[in-house]
């Protein structure tokens, strides 16, 4: 068995892949151990073990399940490339979830499942893991762009 204690991981959102390697959005990940995702579950309240699954009729079950995006953003995420705040490079995930607006909260989602299907152990297990996936908003008039 190979294990990495970080890997890079380069999103999808807005395009982000389009554009040139320099301009690309990137960050590095770290893969939740067993202890992480225990710890995760025990301070989200949220059994990661059946798949992140939000009620959004539920508004207990979506802070649940922001809280746990948030959660795996701030401490298993680092090394952001490309996204600035008022010319400032925000490099950690705490520093992103906290500037991005909430027209791209598509970004924060698909960083979460990326970081979470690549913690599961199996191909079957990442087959069959259900994600939430985020409304996106027609009438959004912000988007992600790179630095």
Not at 41 to 70: C, H
């Amino acid at each position: 068995m190979k294990l990495l204690s970080q890997d890079t991981f380069i999103p999808t959102f807005g395009g982000n892949r389009d554009l040139d390697p320099t301009e690309q959005i990137s960050l590095s990940f770290k893969a939740l151990t067993v202890a992480d995702a225990l710890e995760a579950q025990q301070q989200n309240e949220i059994n990661l073990f059946m798949g992140v699954e939000a009620d959004m009729n539920d508004p207990a079950s979506m802070t649940r399940y922001w809280k746990l995006i948030l959660h795996v953003v701030e401490n298993y995420t680092s090394d952001y490339k490309n996204i600035e705040l008022d010319g400032k490079p925000l490099t950690t995930g705490a520093e992103v979830a906290a500037a991005l607006r909430t027209s791209d909260l598509a970004l924060l989602v698909e960083i979460f499942n990326h970081v979470f299907t690549q913690s599961l152990e199996t191909d079957e297990d990442i087959k069959n893991f259900k994600s939430v996936s985020v409304p996106t908003s027609a009438d959004a008039d912000t988007t992600v762009e790179a630095a």
